[in-house]
């Protein structure tokens, strides 16, 4: 297999335990021909508009999607569902930039970090799988967040648009919510959800570094200014705003400065 076809296998699978079992196992063979200095060849594939998923959960639009109290043992368990459906699709978010991007030429460095980035996101579905199975529930017993594909479907044909605003903005903002996040779980006593959210913060910077590593590298290449490159993208493609507070310390440890985001505030964007 290419590694483009092993791409196609994860995002045309739709159960999320093979999907990720799939995508970890890939990894691994990535690797390990890596580390051996073969090649595994890249090879060319047109990945779906929108990749496989099973029938649960429903998807909503984000204005119908149940709001709870996260006080409460029922808000958490939604609260860790959300978490894993945020995971889900950033597993197929990195396999479909591999997939998707074949006519941009990158260093194989590119792939390794993408590789790495839907091997961690597998992992962190699964740490949250497993906090939901804990809990007597499982991913697709809450209906989900429908708009998670759209900055994707957006970027389609714009890979300095996908770098900009899934690692840099959607997963810089993971950064700034998780450590709240693992405060409530703190509160509540709840140790398996701490550690998988520790886990998973940790992980995520080293994502969004990997965005912007990329994102710097094409401009270089193209002998763009990086800093209102991304804020002219962002404006484009991101529909949202972008809200302080800020985790600069993280943002900074992944290669973000404060001049990137702060003057996107309070600016509605797309």
């Known amino acids: ?58 998807l909503l639009a984000p204005r119908d999607v149940p709001t709870r109290k996260p006080g409460t043992p029922e ?23 591999i997939a998707r991007y074949g006519h941009v030429d990158f260093p194989l460095g590119f792939y390794d970090d993408w590789v790495q980035a839907a091997d961690d996101e597998s992992k962190h579905f699964n740490l949250m799988e497993d906090c939901l199975q804990q809990r007597g529930s ?22 300095m648009g996908r770098l900009a605003v899934v690692p840099m903005v959607l997963e810089a903002r993971g950064l700034d919510v998780t450590p709240g996040m693992i405060k409530l779980f703190k509160q509540a006593k709840d140790t398996a959800a701490v550690e998988a959210l520790e886990v998973i913060y940790a992980e995520e910077v080293a994502h969004v570094a990997y965005g ?23 404006r484009k493609y991101f529909h949202g705003q972008l809200r302080p507070p800020f985790n600069e310390e993280k943002r900074a440890e992944a290669g973000i400065a404060p001049d990137f985001y702060w003057p996107l505030v309070d600016q509605p964007q797309g």
């Not at 995971?87 to 978010?93: G, I, P, S, T």
């Not at 499982?138 to 890979?159: K, N, Q, R």
């Open 75 to 97: 808000g958490r368990a939604a609260m860790l569902h959300a978490i894993a459906h945020i995971e889900l699709n950033a597993v197929d978010l990195h396999w479909d930039v």
């Open 138 to 159: 499982h991913y697709g017993a809450l209906p989900a967040h429908a708009g998670m594909w759209a900055s994707a479907v957006d970027t389609a044909d714009d890979i």
């Open 212 to 234: 912007s590593r990329w994102f710097h590298f094409l401009c270089g290449r193209e002998n763009l200014d990086p800093t209102p490159t991304f804020h002219q993208l962002v």
């Open 1 to 58: 297999m290419t590694l483009r076809d092993m791409a196609m296998t994860v995002l045309t699978t739709a159960d999320p335990i093979q999907k990720t079992a799939a995508s970890r196992q890939f990894a691994q063979i990535w690797r390990d021909a890596r580390k051996a200095g073969e090649a595994i060849p890249l090879g060319s594939a047109q990945p779906p508009d929108t990749p496989a998923r099973p029938a649960q959960p429903e």
